[in-house]
């Protein structure tokens, strides 16, 4: 089975900077899309960014764009995603998901229907 895990969440001041990790185990290398997900309270699961380990092809939320950086290590099963320029409409819980193949539609609004298998979430809070 697929199972995943995320870290790295915390508390950071606006302007601050986080790193994210998604340690996965229970897929095959160099075959499967990692996308990272966030839910603040009170609003929908939204897609933030996603990488495929075929192509090494990394895709963006609008929000995210200049500010996130999705990166993997095949070798170790491990995508992060490095979170600069933090402000406090990013607070949320992330989540990374795993699907085989490519990112396809990940970030689009109902993107996160096509992952398979989540990680348990990890909290991001940014203060103002």
């Known amino acids: 089975d697929v199972q995943l895990q995320a870290s790295g969440g915390g508390l950071v001041q606006a302007g601050g900077s986080l790193r994210l990790s998604c340690a996965g185990s229970?897929?095959?290398?160099?075959?499967?899309?990692i996308g990272w997900f966030r839910q603040a309270p009170g609003k929908q699961r939204e897609g933030v960014s996603c990488?495929?380990?075929?192509?090494?092809?990394?895709e963006y939320a609008d929000s995210a764009k200049g500010r996130f950086t999705i990166s993997s290590d095949n070798t170790q099963k491990t995508v992060y995603l490095q979170l600069n320029s933090l402000k406090p409409e990013d607070t949320a819980v992330y989540y990374c998901?795993?699907?085989?193949?490519?990112?396809?539609?990940?970030?689009?609004?109902?993107?996160?229907?096509?992952?398979?298998?989540w990680g348990q979430g990890t909290q991001v809070t940014v203060s103002s």
């Open positions: 998901a795993y699907r085989a193949g490519y990112c396809g539609v990940a970030l689009t609004s109902s993107g996160s229907a096509f992952f398979d298998s």
């Open positions: 990488i495929s380990t075929i192509d090494g092809k990394a």
């Open positions: 229970g897929f095959t290398l160099g075959d499967y899309a």
